[in-house]
């Protein structure tokens, strides 16, 4: 079994910053691509950042030149540093994982969010 634990959400004026944590611990023989997804109630969760084993990123055209995504691959976690938010980045944030357990055998895990609110 393996679980993700997110943390650094919070409120945070316009224009502030944000760090949201997210750490894989259990039965992990390595890990693929991760992310961060948002969604807002009566809305489709939505990709946010997204990063590779190798380190390529990929970002929704919203954020891009505000957030960056990182990992630490030796801590099994992924970063995303939040900067020049908006009102609109208000959202439950889900970190995201493709972890393989085996050598052939991978999962999709999520986290179980954390809470994002902007104020104006």
């Known amino acids: 079994q393996v679980q993700l634990v997110e943390s650094g959400g919070g409120l945070v004026q316009a224009g502030g910053s944000l760090r949201l944590s997210c750490a894989a611990s259990?039965?992990?023989?390595?890990?693929?691509?991760m992310g961060w997804y948002r969604q807002v109630p009566g809305k489709q969760r939505e990709l946010v950042a997204l990063?590779?084993?190798?380190?390529?990123?990929n970002y929704a055209d919203s954020v891009k030149g505000r957030f960056t995504i990182s990992r630490d691959n030796a801590k099994n976690t992924v970063y995303l540093q939040m900067n020049s938010l908006k009102p609109e980045d208000t959202a439950v944030y889900y970190c995201?994982?493709?972890?393989?357990?085996?050598?052939?055998?991978?999962?999709?895990?999520w986290g179980q969010g954390t809470q994002v609110t902007v104020s104006s």
């Open positions: 995201n994982a493709r972890v393989y357990t085996t050598m052939r055998v991978y999962y999709n895990y």
């Open positions: 259990g039965t992990i023989f390595s890990i693929d691509h």
């Open positions: 990063i590779t084993s190798a380190g390529s990123t």
